[in-house]
């Protein structure tokens, strides 16, 4: 089978598993283009309401007004312990829906997501990995005011004493360094050991610093703008001067996550010799962390909490194809929900009435444990009609840059409806590469038809399959 030139002179025809031929436009840095990237929310108006095409969605109005309410709760902390369970047949936007609830929280609330199967593990236990997946899904922000010495750097000089204890050499005694700021300028002796810790960062004259009075801890900030360069392109960070007085307070805000805390203190500390640093590669990279230690955390960052210090920020686990945890896993899921410190659970699957993993007899509405499905608010999504299914590739095709010739679009709308969606949605870039290896810039109706031959969609693949359950006839079809 050969795709023909378009132009009506007699060169030879290209074979499938030819080259393209070199574009103009060949050596632009192209970012790949993952299945969700036209997701960019949920296409909600002001008052809920979700518009008919949206932030990347077609269709779906109810679930998306659905997961519009539980983004609300989340933000105002009150879906906590809860679940939220999308259903639906594969294809119809699940996992979309789970993402775009992600970009509505935006990037300060923790979102967690994970495959079913990922619990089964040979380095730790299937609860682990549970658990650590939640404590992840777990923020802390913790705020703290501390008085700090802040600006640009104008004196650095290193004052050199007799080592006492050896006669042949000098030692740093301590160092002068000069902030300056729009205020005013003030000079500083520091100790030797914060003269190590600004040769670790690499800090020089003309840069923006800070150094904490009470920690003795130093960061580098940028260079200052007023040594900006004319290059097109560098590689430092340039800030303005700082304003107000050398030495302020200043609230530093850190975001961390439970599971950072669990992971920080659950890693031993080995020691600098030579046998520690080798123990310490060749060890496995996961740590299982006990409860006891979890139980230690949440004194701590209760103790922060009554403090005012710090201030607990509940996230999204979102677990993928959940038909795939066990009967153990869904029981130590409902003690999950029912603890102090849990986050809110979002929870997919395309199952119908199928059996529990992990027992023989206990079947259930999707595969979930009954128990379990009564904790869930449920959403159903839709299947998609032709119309639709057009908008969708029409929208990919806008991400992937793709040109559509004259009723390409109504041609894969049909092979979407009758095959899938997704079967659709791979069609457009195999039938972009036939159209350039003809010489075309856009995808015609021919090459859609090409795909046809080259490739099935699963309901064709399984008609092709004989009564037991083999290939019909012993071959291929």
């Known amino acids: 089978m050969k795709a023909t030139s378009a132009t009506p002179s007699t060169s030879a025809p290209v074979a499938h598993n030819a080259l393209p031929p070199p574009s103009a436009t060949s050596n632009a840095r192209s970012s790949r283009i993952a299945p969700h990237s036209h997701i960019k929310g949920l296409g909600l108006t002001s008052d809920g309401l979700a518009a008919p095409d949206g932030a990347g969605f077609i269709g779906q109005t109810n679930a998306r007004e659905a997961c519009g309410v539980v983004v609300d709760l989340v933000k105002s902390r009150k879906f906590s312990g809860r ?11 699940k996992t979309a829906l789970a993402l775009a609830v992600s970009h509505e929280l935006g990037t300060k609330v923790p979102f967690c997501p994970m ?8 380095e730790v236990k299937k609860t682990e990995v549970l658990a650590e997946s939640f404590r992840r899904a777990i923020g802390l922000r913790i705020k703290e005011t501390k008085e700090v ?10 004052a050199e004493s007799e080592n006492p204890l050896s006669g042949y050499g000098k030692t740093v005694s301590h160092v002068i360094v000069g902030l300056k700021t729009v205020k005013g300028t003030k000079q500083l002796r520091l100790d030797p050991t914060i003269y190590e810790a600004i040769l670790k960062e690499k800090i020089v004259v003309g840069d923006v610093i800070y150094v904490e009075a009470n920690t003795g801890a130093v960061k580098r900030v940028g260079r200052s703008d007023a040594y900006a360069s004319s290059y097109d392109l560098e590689s430092e960070t340039y800030v303005p001067l700082p304003k107000g007085d050398v030495h302020k307070r200043k609230e530093l805000v850190q975001d961390v996550t439970l599971g950072d805390l669990d992971a920080a203190n659950a890693r031993p500390q080995g020691g600098q010799d030579i046998m520690s640093v080798m123990g310490s590669l060749v060890k496995s990279g996961r740590t299982e962390v006990t409860d006891k230690l979890r139980r230690e955390v949440n004194k701590v960052v209760k103790g922060y909490v009554d403090q005012g210090v710090a201030e607990v920020v509940p996230g999204v686990v979102f677990i993928d194809e959940v ?3 066990d009967i153990e896993c869904f029981t130590y899921l409902n003690a999950l929900l029912e ?10 699957t395309n199952r119908g009435n199928a ?6 007899d206990v079947v259930s509405p999707h595969g979930v444990p009954v128990d379990l499905l009564d904790r869930c608010l449920i959403v159903k999504t839709d299947g998609y009609n032709r119309e639709q299914i057009g908008k969708v590739v029409q929208l990919r095709a806008n991400v992937e840059g793709l040109k559509l010739g004259s009723g390409v679009l109504e041609r894969i709308a049909e092979e979407g409806e009758r095959g899938s969606m997704r079967y659709a949605l791979q069609l457009l870039t195999p039938a972009s590469i036939l159209a350039g290896l003809s010489g075309r810039s856009q995808i ?3 090459d859609i038809g090409e795909m046809n031959e080259l490739f099935l969609d699963a309901k064709t693949s399984a008609t092709n399959i004989g009564a037991d359950g083999g290939f019909d006839g012993g071959k291929m079809w």
């Open 83 to 93: 679940a939220l369970l999308l259903v639906g047949a594969p294809g119809t936007g």
């Open 115 to 122: 495959v079913g199967s990922e619990v089964y593990s040979t």
């Open 149 to 158: 010495y802040e600006g640009e750097v104008t004196e650095l000089t290193p």
């Open 323 to 325: 038909h795939m945890l």
């Open 339 to 348: 603890s102090p410190m849990a986050p809110t659970v979002i929870l997919a």
């Open 355 to 360: 059996l529990v993993r992990g027992t023989t």
């Open 444 to 446: 015609e109706v021919e």
